[in-house]
Nanobody
Framework: QVQLVESGGGLVQPGGSLRLSCAAS????????IGWFRQAPGKEREGISC????????YYPDSVKGRFTISRDNAKNTVYLQMNSLKPEDTAVYFC????????????????????WGQGTQVTVSS
């Protein structure tokens, strides 16, 4: 059974950090482009970090550039999202997704279409 499972969300104070994990089962994550997306109430789903399958090319929109980092651990079949300097506007449900290996990372993040999606994990940034 193909599955993506996110974990690591929670409540954090502004300026704090969290690391989200996206564990895959039923397929090999390294063969796919992987993205992290988020959706806040009343807003569209937004691509925030995407990584290519072959060369590890990454893309971040300006809203998170310099604060978020996406990475792979192929031995664990897991992708991570390290989030630093969190702001209240980062509050959202965070999803990981896997897409065709030839997908350009900027396109992936821009259009939020994927083969597989996780169920999401809530991140709340509040004092």
């Amino acid at each position: 059974q193909v599955q993506l499972v996110e974990s690591g969300g929670g409540l954090v104070q502004p300026g704090g950090s969290l690391r989200l994990s996206c564990a895959a089962s039923g397929f090999i994550l390294d063969y796919y482009a992987i993205g992290w997306f988020r959706q806040a109430p009343g807003k569209e789903r937004e691509g925030i970090s995407c990584i290519g399958s072959s060369d590890g090319t990454t893309y971040y929109p300006d809203s998170v550039k310099g604060r978020f980092t996406i990475s792979r651990d192929n031995a664990k079949n897991t992708v991570y999202l390290q989030m630093n300097s969190l702001k209240p506007e980062d509050t959202a449900v965070y999803f990981c997704a896997a897409n065709h290996p030839a997908t350009a990372v900027q396109t992936f993040c821009a259009y939020a279409r994927a083969y597989y999606w996780g169920q999401g994990t809530q991140v709340t940034v509040s004092s």
